[in-house]
């Protein structure tokens, strides 16, 4: 009563008594302690805590007790966190996963995050893979649409970035992430391994993100479809109120925005750079995917540039092809004409070349084929890749027209094409030099004479 201003009531002295369950305490600890290395769906249950007891310890008690127990022992192994307080102008970016249907065809889609923790604005891209470019574009693109480069940003140990992690705890970049930082002077913050709520903000947006931006299963007609269906998810939610806040998000981005660095210039190329060599057979390997060159660069060493939708080559700084970019494996991405110049020292390749199978022509062309070599025999083939040629340096529409016009005017030769194409380019009327084409209609013009006139003026002229 001394010790105490109010009765406490019953004061335990000492923990209570446990005689059935008491020596079985340290086996439930070994077993808890196994749990937390193994996988989620295979730790153990209470009842089946319980059940290992009974059977292989002998244990009499009942089933509330070893629940009680492992429910406290559970309790005491969790980790707690310490709130943080997010000052305006830093970012946390992650990837995340989701299945769409892009094209028709249902796929994986991999989702580039950046969250802006103090206001909880949000930027999210959708991409086809997890790859340096898609990581580098997802960059460039989240700095353009929040208007500014963010003091530092935190990630996890991503290999796109992170290319060895040292004894001190120091991250060595990797090539493309040093770019990054290079270009725009952001400072660059690591995550513990495998600890992920060390950025929760983004952690959490990537759930929100999946459970709200791709809840229903997005169907696109490609990415760029969803992704202008994403950004403008990411605009309507800044008229939300996340958390505890009674600020709008868009109110608490002000702060962030204030906060953010100017951009460069000039943006990062977004791209994955790759030094190749050009095959034999004119090609170059990028991720699996050969890309065709024109064949003059044969053996030649290029720069790949990879970027999320196309695949450029350059040669002494010059670019030699461009193409869509290929996400298969083992898929042949040519462009014809890149084939066509050997193909006229090799005339006979012409039916059997893989660049040129399927190649979309219209009928013109096949047309003046059968016109040039039922007139001209061989040398009417070699005309005709000349003349396939002519879409090196004017557009296809252009040349096709061409065709046409010759067909119809029964000018069957390279020459008459390329003349009309010419012409087409100038914008001026085709010259053709009639001498070269004997088959075409003349047509007889003779010197006046006295008498016509002599004609005309006496009424009898028809």
Not at 119 to 128: E, G, H, L, N, R
Not at 158 to 167: E, P, T, Y
């Amino acid at each position: 009563m001394c010790r105490f201003s109010m009765p406490p009531g019953y004061v335990r002295q000492r923990p209570p008594q446990k005689p059935k369950l008491g020596p079985l305490i340290p086996v439930i600890e070994a077993i808890l302690e196994v749990d937390r290395t193994a996988p989620v769906k295979q730790r153990h249950t209470a009842k089946r805590i319980f059940e290992r007891l009974r059977d292989e310890h002998g244990f009499a008690g009942g089933y509330t007790v070893v629940k009680d127990h492992v429910r406290i022992e559970r309790a005491r192994g969790r980790e707690t966190f310490v709130p943080l307080a997010h000052p305006p102008g830093h970012a946390q970016v992650d990837f995340g996963e989701a299945v769409g249907v892009i094209g028709g065809v249902r796929q994986k889609i991999h989702f580039f995050c950046m969250d802006l923790p103090q206001s909880d604005a949000c930027f999210v891209k959708a991409y086809p893979a997890e790859t340096t470019e898609a990581f580098l574009d997802g960059h460039v693109s989240a700095f353009a649409f929040f208007g500014g480069v963010p003091v530092s940003i935190l990630y996890d140990n991503l290999k796109i970035a992170v290319a060895k992690i040292c004894g001190d705890g120091r991250r060595e970049r990797t090539r493309a992430f040093t770019e990054l930082v290079s270009h725009y002077l952001f400072k660059d913050r690591f995550g513990r391994p495998g600890k992920g709520n060390d950025k929760g903000k983004v952690e959490g947006l990537v759930k929100y993100a999946r459970a709200n931006f791709m809840t229903p299963m997005p169907v696109a007609s490609n990415y760029e479809v969803l992704n202008a269906m994403l950004s403008k998810s990411c605009v309507g939610r800044q008229s939300d109120r996340a958390g505890r806040h009674h600020e709008t998000i868009c109110e608490r981005l002000n702060a962030d925005i204030a906060a953010l660095d100017e951009l460069p210039a000039v943006p990062l190329e977004p791209c994955e750079k790759r030094v190749a060599r050009v095959s034999s057979t004119a090609l170059v390997r990028y991720r699996g995917n050969d890309y065709s060159a024109p064949t003059a660069y044969g053996f030649q060493e290029v720069l790949v540039k990879g970027f999320v939708e196309e695949v450029v080559i350059l040669c002494r700084g010059t670019e030699i092809a461009r193409h869509a970019r290929s996400y298969g494996q083992g898929v042949f991405v040519y462009d014809p004409l890149h084939y066509l110049a050997l193909i006229e020292m090799k005339p006979n390749a012409l039916d059997q070349a893989a660049a040129l199978q399927g190649w979309d022509l219209p009928e013109g062309f096949q047309h003046l084929r059968h016109l040039l070599e039922a007139r001209m025999g061989n040398r009417g083939k070699r005309e005709f890749i000349q003349v396939l040629r002519l879409m090196e340096a004017a557009p296809k529409e252009i040349v096709a027209s061409a065709v046409n016009d010759a067909i119809r005017l029964g000018a069957i030769g390279f020459d008459a094409v390329k003349q009309i194409v010419l012409a087409r380019i100038e914008k001026r009327p085709p010259r053709l030099n009639l001498a070269a084409y004997p088959y075409l209609p003349q047509t007889s013009v003779r010197t006046t004479l006295a008498t016509d006139y002599a004609v005309l003026v006496s009424g009898s002229a028809a």
